[in-house]
Structures are given as structure tokens and as C-alpha cells.
T-cell receptor, first 113, second 118 residues
Framework: AQSVTQLDSHVSVSEGTPVLLRCNYS??????LFWYVQHPNKGLQLLLKYTSAATLVKGINGFEAEFKKSETSFHLTKPSAHMSDAAEYFCVGASGGYNKLIFGAGTRLAVHP | DTGVSQDPRHKITKRGQNVTFRCDPI?????LYWYRQTLGQGPEFLTYFQNEAQLEKSRLLSDRFSAERPKGSFSTLEIQRTEQGDSAMYLC????????????????FGQGTRLTVV
């Protein structure tokens, strides 16, 4: 079975500085991995997904993530944070033949001026 | 708006009462999922449907919980004899899966129903 671990429960950055949200996964097979974002009072939104086609995955709003098999990591990055990026971010794996999503505990990103 | 909609958005109920939530998926999606999210945690899988068939249920789904998708369109999640531990956000998502192997399409989530049991 696949599982994901988000290494930071809270991350705080200044506007305009880089963002790094860390995620490690464990899987006995080639995983499917996703990053979702949850803004207050809004539904979960898919940022990007990895499905083995390319190790560097580009998503919406300038986010990208790199799949590193040697490190079993799938960290989310953005070169320059914007105030609107403040939200909860979830690293997510797929399990059971892609029949269900396995969410990490989440990382709350705060962006201050 | 043609996204996933959930009703109600908020529900406050007394312990021991029954509650029912509704989810309307994206119309062409044949898969429908229910998740539960408690404060400070990521969503946890509860169950999913392929059309009207309920194909998997989590151990989290006790016998007080029942989900239906009678015509393969909207779904309901009922909790009987609610307990304070049932207080959570209940999320619905939908996607499309063709026959055979391969991944379903991206799962789109509704805004959730926040349940508070007092």
C-alpha cells in the first residue's frame, strides 16, 4: 500500500521568496502522486500530478514538483510566493488500483508581506 | 457552475440524531467518492461508487454510516445515531473511469459539508 508523509505541518515565507513544501512517499511500486491545495471555504483543487511520464511536473499557478525515486520524495516548489498562495497543501498518493486517494496530513503555508 | 456540489454546507445536530448529506457530482462522471476530514488532518477515504455500485468501503465506515447512489447520479451519506466523534468535514469528489485498467481522471472535490455534533 502507498503512503505519504508531509514533513512540515507549517511553513511561513515572505512574499516573493521561494516556497518548498516537502513530501516523502512509500510505495512498493511506481507511485501516482499528486499535490492538492485547499483554500478556506473552497474545495480541494488539484495543483499537479505525477504519473511517471516525466520526473519534473509543472502545475498551475507556477507550482512544480520533482519526483526523486532515490530519495522517495515529491517536494512542491514555487520560485516566488504570492499572498494568494496562503492555503493548506496536501501531498496525495493513489492506492487500490487508483480507486482511492491517500492524503498526507497537510502543510499550512503562510505568506507574509 | 458545473462542479461538484454538496448540501448542506453546514449541519449542527444533537448527539443521537440522524443526518443525511447529499452530493451531486459532475454530470458525466461515473465515479463518486466520500471522504472525511477532521481538524488538522488530511481527508480520509470512506467509500466510492462506480455508477450505482458501491465498490469499496473503508473500515472507518461503521455500521452507523450508509451511502447510496441509487441511479448512478447523486449520492447520499447518512449517519445514524450521531456521536460527537462524527464531527468533521465530509467531502465528496467525482471522476471518470473508463472500463479496464488505467487511472480515472482527476478527482474534483466539492466544498464539503461541515458536521457539528453537540
Amino acid at each position: 500500500a502507498q503512503s505519504v508523509t508531509q514533513l512540515d505541518s507549517h511553513v511561513s515565507v515572505s512574499e516573493g521568496t521561494p516556497v518548498l513544501l516537502r513530501c516523502n512517499y512509500s510505495s512498493s511500486y511506481s507511485p501516482s502522486l499528486f499535490w492538492y491545495v485547499q483554500h478556506p471555504n473552497k474545495g480541494l483543487q488539484l495543483l499537479l500530478k505525477y504519473t511517471s511520464a516525466a520526473t519534473l511536473v509543472k502545475g498551475i499557478n507556477g507550482f512544480e514538483a520533482e519526483f526523486k525515486k532515490s530519495e522517495t520524495s515529491f517536494h512542491l516548489t514555487k520560485p516566488s510566493a504570492h499572498m494568494s498562495d496562503a492555503a493548506e497543501y496536501f501531498c496525495v498518493g493513489a492506492s487500490g488500483g487508483y480507486n482511492k486517494l491517500i492524503f498526507g496530513a497537510g502543510t499550512r503555508l503562510a505568506v507574509h508581506p | 457552475d458545473t462542479g461538484v456540489s454538496q448540501d448542506p454546507r453546514h449541519k449542527i445536530t444533537k448527539r443521537g440524531q440522524n443526518v443525511t448529506f447529499r452530493c451531486d457530482p459532475i454530470s458525466e462522471h461515473n465515479r463518486l467518492y466520500w471522504y472525511r476530514q477532521t481538524l488538522g488532518q488530511g481527508p480520509e477515504f470512506l467509500t466510492y461508487f462506480q455508477n450505482e455500485a458501491q465498490l469499496e468501503k473503508s473500515r472507518l465506515l461503521s455500521d452507523r454510516f450508509s451511502a447510496e447512489r441509487p441511479k448512478g447520479s447523486f449520492s447520499t451519506l447518512e449517519i445514524q445515531r450521531t456521536e460527537q466523534g462524527d464531527s468533521a468535514m465530509y467531502l465528496c469528489a467525482s471522476s471518470y473511469k473508463t472500463q479496464g485498467t488505467g487511472m480515472p481522471t482527476e478527482a474534483f472535490f466539492g466544498q464539503g459539508t461541515r458536521l457539528t455534533v453537540v
